[in-house]
């Protein structure tokens, strides 16, 4: 019931078939050699550079979740707590509140408090975000440029090919180290 | 000063360049202390687990083996690739995966700043080491792709000859596209149109989910489709069957021409005996055919180059780079008048940004090409003239036995033999016909 050694009537081929096989192991040694040294021990993820989305809204409907693992993300410390806060108000709103034909974000996903005259802080709740990017362009646009889109790790399957970033027109993506896996805007004043 | 009257709107809309520094307002001077929320960084799943992924796949590669050389079990085999459809399909959504990772070392050879993870060289190289000495062990049960086909079979049909030989030619085309894809950093195409990984995650574009389907589909009645007719590592895998050391047979005493292991075999892996030539070719034909060879093979390989060669400014717009610069151009001689927001507006001020620079990455990703896409050609010219070689090869065989890359050890050929029924005391001795007599060239069985 063993693999037995084959009869001599096939030892040509046997012959030839265990030289092949010993080129081949030499070969993958050799790959595997060769690679050692451009290898890393660390496997990498994806991830936006913020400095070069250009908030085409892809991101929104193109990752392979039916949620996207792309959220906008919020650099508080970068944030001016505007009252008019240009990522949270569509361009002329009705009035300065929460109404919803008031919101730039389509699933009202900005939560907007209160903090103290004339501050107010914006906060993302992540199950509603979609990623689509509508308030990162009026806060980059127009306001401090502190909401902006990073893939959560949490959600992002790590796709050997993530499918957003093929169709990045800012050639935004990029592969990170796992290890620091967010490129994270922070305050430069 | 922060309170902006929306009249303002309008003029910040006016003033405002088009991609102007940030921080315009000020950080709040909060009076009552207000203290920042912080951003929050969810992990990205820890690198530890992709070792135990690779340790998973050395624990099933190794029972594999040991369920289909020494169990002999098509039972066995059965549970463990449920287990690795559960674990490596639907627990990790089908990636990591030796399949794509064929991608990931072409790039890594060829792009200096992809630096290889060591996990993802593993999962290439195991299955290909364990399949040189002991056959596919890793599509008997291991690989979720072929896992989930085995286990969707439900009535297999019989592929024609002449089919299941010209489809079988698909897996080294797309295996050569993959890497040469791969190769020039353009695309994982492997990935993209992969039917199953979509199933696995139960999300993807509807195209993708139906491809996955219809794959689905045709396995319920041809036996593991994507495995056979296009699995670009599976034609890896099958070069390593070809010359490994050890191989599935399936008669554990010798072969009573029975013929109901090739019935049993779904994958049309079996192979029936064929008589060695009684009137040997004479020398003088041999030679000529020799030389027809090594007239051919070249013919057929600078042929397929040359064509590859004219292909491949076809196959660099694949490439977003090269895609971006063929719009600009065009865009230049006819302008272009895309809705503002869009992907391709925002895009092309992409390229109207620094046009210089975009033309010249393209003009050397047009170069890359020439040389993946005439590699390509020659790749294509040989493995079909390797093809014919095989087929014009008749080696004589005296029992039914299993093509050693064809042959994905799935187990269930052995429980057809009788001999193999013997052994398990399911027949008795008596019900077999006779061993032939020594005369006639045994192949089998001599451990
Ligand atoms: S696809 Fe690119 S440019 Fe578009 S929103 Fe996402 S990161 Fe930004
Ligand atoms: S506008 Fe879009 S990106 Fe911003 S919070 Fe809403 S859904 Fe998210
Ligand atoms: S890697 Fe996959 S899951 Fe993650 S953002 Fe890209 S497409 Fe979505
Ligand atoms: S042929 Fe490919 S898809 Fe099929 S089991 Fe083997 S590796 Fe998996």
């Not at chain 2, 029972?63 to 020494?70: C, E, F, H, K, V």
């Not at chain 2, 060591?118 to 040189?132: D, N, R």
């Not at chain 2, 003009?363 to 014009?392: C, E, H, N, Q, Y």
């Amino acid at each position: 019931m063993n693999p037995g050694p084959t009869t001599p009537a096939f030892s040509r081929r046997q012959f030839l078939r265990d030289g092949l096989r010993l080129s081949a192991v030499a070969g993958a040694a050799g790959l595997a050699g060769a690679m050692a040294g451009r290898t890393q021990a660390q496997t990498t993820v994806w991830q936006i550079d913020p400095a070069k989305c250009v908030r085409c809204g892809n991101c929104a409907t193109k990752c392979v979740l039916e949620q996207s693992a792309v959220k906008c993300v919020h650099a508080f410390d970068i944030c001016g707590y505007c009252q008019l806060c240009t990522g949270y108000f569509e361009p002329e709103p009705n009035e300065l509140t929460t109404a919803a034909e008031n919101q730039q974000c389509p699933t009202a996903a900005i939560k907007r408090t209160f903090v103290e005259d004339p501050y107010y802080e914006y906060e993302i709740d992540e199950n509603l975000c979609i990623g689509c990017a509508k308030c990162v362009e009026g806060c980059t646009r127009f306001g401090n440029g502190s909401l902006y889109l990073q893939i959560r790790h949490d959600r992002c399957l790590n796709c050997n090919e993530c499918a957003i970033a093929r169709t990045c027109p800012g050639d935004a993506f990029r592969r990170v180290p796992v290890t620091h896996p967010y490129l994270l805007k922070t305050d430069t004043h | 000063m922060r309170r902006l009257r929306p009249s303002l709107w309008l003029f910040l809309l006016a003033t405002s360049g088009a991609v102007a520094a940030e921080h315009r307002f000020p950080p709040p001077e909060f009076e009552a202390g207000h203290k920042l929320p912080i951003t929050t960084t969810p992990e990205a799943r820890a690198l530890a687990w992709q070792y135990v992924d690779l340790a998973v796949l050395l624990g099933a590669l190794g029972l594999a083996l040991w369920l289909i050389y020494r169990r002999r079990s098509r039972r066995g085999v059965m549970w463990l690739s449920i287990f690795s459809l559960g674990y490596f399909g639907f627990y990790r959504n089908g990636c990591i995966c030796a399949i794509g990772t064929i991608q990931n070392l072409a790039l890594g050879i060829f792009d200096r700043s992809y630096a290889l993870p060591l996990t993802v060289l593993g999962f290439f190289l195991a299955p290909l080491v364990v399949a040189l000495f002991g056959g596919r062990a890793f599509c008997a049960a291991v690989c979720p792709h072929g896992a989930l086909q085995d286990l969707v079979l439900v009535k297999p049909v019989k592929v024609p000859g002449w089919l299941e030989h010209s489809l079988g030619l698909v897996p080294f085309l797309f295996l050569g596209a993959g890497a040469a894809f791969a190769a020039t950093g353009s695309a994982f195409i492997i990935c993209r149109y992969d039917p199953f990984v979509p199933l696995f995650r139960l999300s993807g574009s509807m195209s993708l989910i139906g491809l996955g389907a219809a794959f689905v589909l045709v396995g319920l009645f041809v036996g593991r489709p994507y495995c056979r007719f296009l699995c670009p590592y599976g034609a890896l895998l099958r070069l390593a069957g070809l010359v490994s050391k050890w191989r599935v047979r399936v008669t554990p005493d010798y072969c009573t021409q029975c013929k109901l292991c090739e019935h049993a075999c779904p994958y049309g892996a079996m192979r029936e005996p064929v008589a060695a030539p009684t009137h040997p070719e004479p020398p003088a034909r041999q030679r000529r055919r020799l030389a027809w060879l090594l007239l051919v093979l070249p013919l057929a390989v600078g042929g397929g180059a040359l064509v590859g060669r004219q292909l491949a400014p076809l196959a660099a717009r694949m490439h977003p780079t090269v895609a971006l610069a063929e719009l600009y151009t065009e865009h230049l001689s006819s302008p272009k008048k895309f809705p503002p927001m869009t992907p391709e507006a925002l895009s092309l001020e992409r390229a109207e940004a620094d046009p210089k620079a975009l033309l010249a990455a393209a003009a050397d990703l047009r170069g890359r090409f020439g040389i993946a896409s005439t590699w390509f050609g020659a790749w294509v010219g040989l493995v079909i003239v390797i093809k014919l070689i095989a087929l014009s090869l008749r080696p004589a065989r005296t029992d039914y036995e299993p093509d050693r890359g064809a042959c994905v050890a799935c187990a269930r050929c052995f429980e057809s033999c009788p001999n193999e029924r013997v052994r398990r005391g399911l027949l008795p001795p008596e019900a077999l016909p006779p061993r032939p007599l020594p005369a006639a060239p045994v192949a089998m069985k001599k451990a």
